[in-house]
């Protein structure tokens, strides 16, 4: 366990990882991959390390590091062959509870979640008819005696299979009756197995990643209303609060892609020959690789800025907005560059590049597409007017 490294310096928490993803090499995520399975063994192996309990605080049984530290643990990870997405759902939707949770809910939850008794994978926002316009969600959440009784639909909800607990945003108040848009939504906890049995049907999403995603039907589901989160009609906020979390960490993923693309390339262009040299004697192969590292490094140091903010309790939206663009532009340009220079064999599985490809590739679009990155920067960092 880590709980007693509350001091741990980030190069040892990267020297820990690495030695704990080295007993998952390339071909146990290319087979999982091959499988559309879930990397059961790796999770598990990370949760009894105590990594994805990193955030939870110690009182709380978990190791009380920060996000900064958080993201060092998800760009490894990525950075070693493997994949983040399967399980980084659990350090940032804890941080809802952490945050906003009542007393009596942190005591329920945290420990089992930080002893692995319990997984916090899901959160559940997004819609099929409504898409990025979240304030328009037509889920409701109408409460009937002591509990919640809920009816709508969700997709893209991540991770559902290999949960126990789903974070689900819902309307308690109809749209047309709150003075702002953003309010009249609550969050609850759901516990998802028992969801299964009493209203909510789950189906999943064969998609390009192996990424276990789904989605989900209400039909008179019942929660109990111990199970809201904070205060009715808030829900929202609380989302928004955690998404800079999130947001930074899948920044962390995808520069431990871009590393992980430019490591591969670099030295395949200087073994591969071809015309009596190695490719990488030629400048117009150097040339995308040397850019994409300088993006990928750029990128890093916004997201150490957002890391810093967010650890003391600083307004980060704006640097984690700019850490998640700057770093999926920058793995996308890697990736691009990895999969050219090494030819029909990019394409090959056994070389695991097409399979970070399609992996680093679903950050320009979830959890929130670069558009919308580029919208908020425009209304709320250079105050140009609201295009929605
Ligand atoms: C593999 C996967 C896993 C996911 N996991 C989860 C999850 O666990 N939980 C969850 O709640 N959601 C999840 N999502 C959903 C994800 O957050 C959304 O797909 C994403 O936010 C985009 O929403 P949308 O698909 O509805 O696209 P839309 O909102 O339909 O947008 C489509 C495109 O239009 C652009 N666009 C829309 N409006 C504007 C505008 N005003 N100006 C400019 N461009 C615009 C967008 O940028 C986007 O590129 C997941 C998605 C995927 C693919």
Redesign the pocket.
Known sequence: MIAESAHCSYQDIREAIRALCAEFPDDYHRRIDEARGYPEAFVDALTKAGWLAAMIPTEYGGSGLGLAEATVVMEEINRSGGNSGACH?QMYNMGTLLRHGSEAQKRLYLPKIANGEWRLQ?????EPST???TTKIKTTAVKRGDRYVVNGQ?V????VQHSDWMILLARTTPLAEVTRKSEGMSIFMVDLRQAEKSGMTVRPIP?M?N?E?NELFFENLEIPEENLIGQEGLGFKYILDGLNAERTLIAAECIGDGYWFIDRVSKYVGERVVFGRPIGQNQGVQFPIAESYIEVEAANLMRWQACSLFDAHQPCGAQANMAKYLAAKASWEAANACIQFHGGFGFANEYDVERKFRETR?YQ????????IL?YIAEHVLGMPR??
């Open positions: 759902g899901s959160m559940g926002v997004t898409g990025t316009d969700k893209w909800i991540s991770r998609n990643v990424h995603t679903l679009v979830a959890p929130i597409s670069t558009n919308l919208s295009s929605f």
